[in-house]
């Protein structure tokens, strides 16, 4: 049987029950503008992380505003990507297992597809799929820039898998995958200059390289929200993967930019909206929103514009407001948290509850998105 | 579109794609039998809490083990759970508005639905939300016995709420909700026994008001996993509500018994199935199962059976094993996690990929089972 949805289209902002995933169009819209000018102002390609949304819809409104399409980091969301209208996707992550190849191979018959790769083995395996296919797939080697997660090492490791990729008559080279996702969140802009400093080193002489192994190293790919400006400013990527920008999170908002202040590009749009459903004592609310709600991974959700109330001590379906009884909410109110961490609260949703309006009096719901690959884990 | 399972049935253990949520039948009807021997022997009701499996496939067994009903946290999984033929649901929270209030009175026509309520306006709304539905709802009067988070305080404000219970038409007194849910990872039973010592006696002393103000309580529901056993022996709970039980977790295999040594009584059953994506040094590989695979909130998933290999730096889709090289799997090998926390992380998943003879050498699937409540959050 299929579960309620929290709201319909038409409803008023008053009637969405709660817990629900709220996103603000307008800040939404807002932040896909903003990005749409960094990017044309410094001439770079942006691909946005499909992980952080899982949704056509907002990939879509994305490449509208100028992005080349979307990446993401499994097959299954590649499937639905591809399925909702996304002509170009870029899996960045290794795909190991020839049911997964073939899945992914099958896509790039009416798609542009890419995958990475960090072994000789998966250049093998890839050029398989694609041969049992009868499809090409752009390949990326993945470098380890920093962040000790997948990856070869720079230099000549990644240029043996270029020269294994080019050597293929099913795989192009397309690249190199130098994402440093451990930057993403160091709070000072010197700490972040200074990872995306090694960082670009590390892919600059990797490109360096491969030029004189003969391999056009076309895009260099990385960076997330957290440092996309210095990425950009280097010179070296040609291409930044922010995924978070058009939600912003709790976590990236304790970022701080040079002069001290916080990350302030990009507003929070995504929300988890929570019902208080118990008040025993005037400094204690009790909220219907826990872990199956708003990922804490990152810390906890931020009760927005609640100057005084936090929120702690998550349950599965809790979560306690602590605080100024003043500013506590009662019994029957609803209140917006910002997620400590967006990508892994969208995936614990299924629609997208669309509010037009949303901190003015005619706040209402324009529209339901489906969180079309939540839950795409293979 | 929808999502591509992870296995079929018929298919061999090592064909399940990961990561996949795998559970282990043998174990799981092992800690249904125990928990059915326990609960006969000392002729206590188990209503045993479905926000943990969210699965009626699950939910039946327990049944047919002499369960007497569910558990759940909200309404929607009280829907899944009616749907599916479960005949006596206690959604064992607060349910605060109309629209839920009547979606839950009108599964009383077809089943025995309790709900919890802590305010007098939740008896005015529940007994109302019945009229409408022209149903009789169960109510049970939740106290706060030491968890800090709803209930009225024990004693006379819930003889109040009682006695408004026992006046309205549409409503039924059913009994009082006694979880003490911080209790339930108290490393020492020492620690487990004093809390649940306390519970008892807010419990009885609630009790004894409610028989002097002419009130019979009739169940005493509450107990989770890890106390259940002091509950029962206290001879005030006539009802426990453990849900972990038939999974188990890597938090509560962090209890103590009495000896000192590990809560055995139930065997780890669930697991999160992860591959070997990459392996970039000899000490580290990295699997496929991140944030969106296994919930962290109460510790890391724990390697089964892979001594000196850690799970540890989880990002949204990527968990790193570090540790014994000799031990460290390679890639394209997979190895099975024991979640940190067993409710969170089966509501990431679609699908329970049942497996029989788990550990052996003719390992297969043997049933897919969905977890129908997966984010039935409202």
């Avoid at 600059?204 to 030029?211: D, F, G, K, Q």
């Avoid at 291409?239 to 929070?268: C, K, L, V, W």
């Avoid at 100057?307 to 003043?326: A, C, F, N």
């Avoid at 609803?334 to 669309?354: A, E, F």
Wanted: charged fraction near 20%.
């Amino acid at each position: 049987m299929p579960l309620s949805p929290p709201a319909q289209p038409g409803q008023s902002f008053a009637e969405i029950e709660t817990p629900a995933l709220v996103l603000d169009l307008d800040a939404f819209e807002r932040n896909l503008v903003a990005m749409a000018a960094f990017t044309q102002a410094h001439g770079i390609r942006l691909r946005p992380h499909a992980k952080s949304h899982k949704s056509p819809e907002i990939a879509l409104r994305q490449i509208a505003h100028g992005a080349v399409g979307q990446c993401c980091q499994k097959v299954g969301e590649a499937e639905v990507l591809v399925a909702g209208g996304v002509g170009d996707v870029l899996v960045t992550n290794e795909i190991v297992g020839a049911a997964k190849l073939d899945r992914l191979a099958r896509l790039a018959r009416s798609a542009k597809i890419g995958l990475c790769v960090d072994h000789p083995d998966g250049v093998r395996e890839a050029a398989e799929a694609a041969a049992r296919n009868d499809v090409t797939l752009d390949v990326y080697v993945e470098i380890d820039v920093g962040g000790r997660r997948c990856g070869v090492a720079p230099g000549e490791g990644a240029v043996r898998l270029a020269e294994a990729i080019a050597r293929s008559n099913t795989l192009r080279f397309a690249g190199i995958h130098a994402y440093h996702g451990s930057a993403q969140h160091m709070r000072s802009i010197d700490e972040r200059r200074e990872a995306i400093e090694r960082a670009g080193f590390a892919a600059r002489n990797t490109v360096e390289r491969l030029s004189h192994a003969g391999l056009k190293c076309e895009v260099v790919t990385g960076a997330g929200t957290g440092t996309h400006e210095l990425e950009t400013q280097s010179g070296i990527w040609n291409e930044i993967q922010a995924g978070s920008y058009i939600f912003m999170d709790a976590d990236y908002a304790r970022n701080r930019q040079a002069d001290g202040t916080p990350f302030r590009t990009f507003e929070h749009s995504l929300f988890v909206l929570a019902g208080v459903m118990s008040k025993p004592v005037p400094d204690r609310a009790i909220v219907d929103a826990g872990h199956k709600s708003a990922a804490v991974d990152s810390g906890m959700p931020v009760p927005f514009r609640r100057e005084g109330v936090i929120y702690t001590k998550p349950s599965d379906e809790h979560g306690v407001l602590t605080g100024d009884p003043i500013a506590m909410p009662h019994r029957g109110d609803s209140l917006l948290l910002i997620p400590g961490h967006c990508d892994p609260t969208v995936n614990l949703h299924d629609w997208y509850v669309c509010v037009r309006g949303l901190h003015g009096p005619d706040a209402h719901v324009e529209a339901l998105w489906p969180v079309a690959a939540r839950g795409a884990l293979i």
